[in-house]
């Protein structure tokens, strides 16, 4: 039981102070905006065997940092390609998410924020 539990809700994803499960987040980003917010959202908060829990937080941190490098490369990489291909839609164009989704995603980060830090003023 406790294998099906490791895979379907790992403790780690489950244990931000807003109760949220990380995946409900992540799914409304593109693949390397969501992983990196994956290793944003469980730094700290998982172990590794023969790592010391900081060196384990430092270790998600520089993974998101790939991730969010690794988008930048590819928006630059389409950009370029955008400026030199005469069509109007480039042919490795990720998905555009709605503004509807983003502010509903940017509001639950708000709400969740002020669940946790009630005196904290967000603009």
Same mark, same amino acid.
């Given at each position: 039981?406790?294998?099906?539990?490791?895979?379907?809700?790992?403790?780690? *994803?489950?244990?931000?102070?807003?109760?949220?499960?990380?995946?409900?987040?992540?799914?409304? *980003?593109?693949?390397?905006?969501?992983?990196?917010?994956? *290793?944003?959202?469980?730094?700290?908060?998982?172990?590794?065997?023969?790592?010391?829990?900081?060196?384990?937080?430092?270790?998600?941190?520089?993974?998101?940092?790939? *991730?969010?490098?690794?988008?930048?490369?590819?928006?630059?990489?389409?950009?370029?390609?955008?400026?030199?291909?005469?069509?109007?839609?480039?042919?490795?164009?990720?998905?555009?998410?709605?503004?509807?989704?983003?502010?509903?995603?940017?509001?639950?980060?708000?709400?969740?924020?002020?669940?946790?830090?009630?005196?904290?003023?967000?603009?």
């Amino acid at each position: 039981m406790k294998d099906k539990e490791n895979v379907n809700h790992p403790k780690h *994803y489950n244990s931000h102070p807003s109760g949220v499960e990380c995946i409900d987040i992540i799914r409304h *980003y593109c693949y390397d905006i969501g992983a990196a917010i994956k *290793y944003l959202w469980r730094a700290g908060l998982k172990t590794e065997e023969g790592m010391t829990d900081r060196d384990k937080e430092i270790e998600d941190l520089r993974k998101a940092i790939w *991730y969010i490098n690794d988008r930048i490369r590819q928006l630059q990489t389409e950009s370029r390609s955008d400026a030199s291909d005469n069509s109007s839609v480039s042919s490795r164009a990720l998905p555009k998410r709605s503004s509807r989704s983003r502010w509903r995603v940017l509001s639950w980060f708000a709400a969740a924020r002020r669940r946790i830090l009630p005196n904290t003023r967000t603009s």
